[in-house]
């Protein structure tokens, strides 16, 4: 099987293409430069890398990706907290550019591969997605929008095959947590959220469902 993994670089995205690549699947990352890209492939031993930077979603346009695609999952992701009195129009615009924005591009550069496998496309979207609270507004409109565009796809292509989930996990244990807990003056505690392999075991799930079945969403809470 082949798949499309964004955010590779680390959380997430990192872990679900480690595990991807021991099951001895084929997987295509993508990052924001070639330096990254080199560090990437170093990392990620067996996957392919590609250069494309998120935060200029034109720049997938160009991307040579595999012919067949099982799989495309975004877990690519920016966060900057703060009131919408004082959120810059920069603030908005790279979270809705990285979050929305270069996903539906992506998606759209994807679609041939994906509809030749009758392939899944998963959006690592976030709690944030479902509810917007004081703070987060720009974040929580970018994951908003993103569960549009899956709901969108979903209706779209759902004749050629092409199934459509949106994943919802709660704080994750990530490098992102860690920053979201700065912005917020907290202390982080990776022991007190989701563990990233916990979410990923998820997305397994969802990759590997028999066709009979779609999970259109699925939301993963911290547990008791």
Do not use: C
Not at 37 to 57: I, R, T, Y
Not at 165 to 192: C, F, I, L, N, S
Not at 196 to 201: F, G, S
């Amino acid at each position: 099987m082949t798949h499309l993994v964004t955010g590779a670089g680390s959380g997430i995205g990192a872990v679900l293409a480690h595990r991807l690549l021991e099951r001895g699947e084929e997987v295509t990352v993508l990052a924001r430069s070639a330096e990254r890209a080199e560090e990437m492939a170093a990392d990620l031993s067996g996957a392919e890398v590609l250069v494309a930077d998120l935060a200029w979603p034109e720049s997938v346009e160009s991307l040579q990706l595999p012919e067949s695609l099982d799989s495309v999952v975004h877990a690519a992701g920016v966060v900057e907290l703060g009131p919408v009195s004082e959120l810059s129009a920069d603030a908005w615009a790279s979270q809705l550019q990285v979050n929305l924005v270069a996903p539906a591009a992506l998606t759209r550069v994807a679609l041939p591969g994906l509809r030749r496998a009758r392939g899944t496309v998963v959006f690592v979207n976030s709690g944030a997605g479902l509810t917007a609270h004081p703070q987060w507004s720009a974040y929580a409109a970018s994951k908003h929008g993103l569960r549009a565009l899956a709901d969108s796809l979903r209706g779209e292509e759902a004749a050629a095959g092409v199934r459509v989930t949106t994943v919802y996990p709660g704080r994750t244990a990530t490098p992102m947590q860690e920053k979201v807990h700065q912005q917020e003056g907290k202390a982080y505690d990776a022991a007190a959220w989701i563990r990233p392999e916990t979410v990923v075991d998820a997305i397994l799930h969802v990759l590997d469902l028999p066709r009979d079945a779609t999970i259109s969403d699925l939301t993963v809470r911290p547990g008791a």
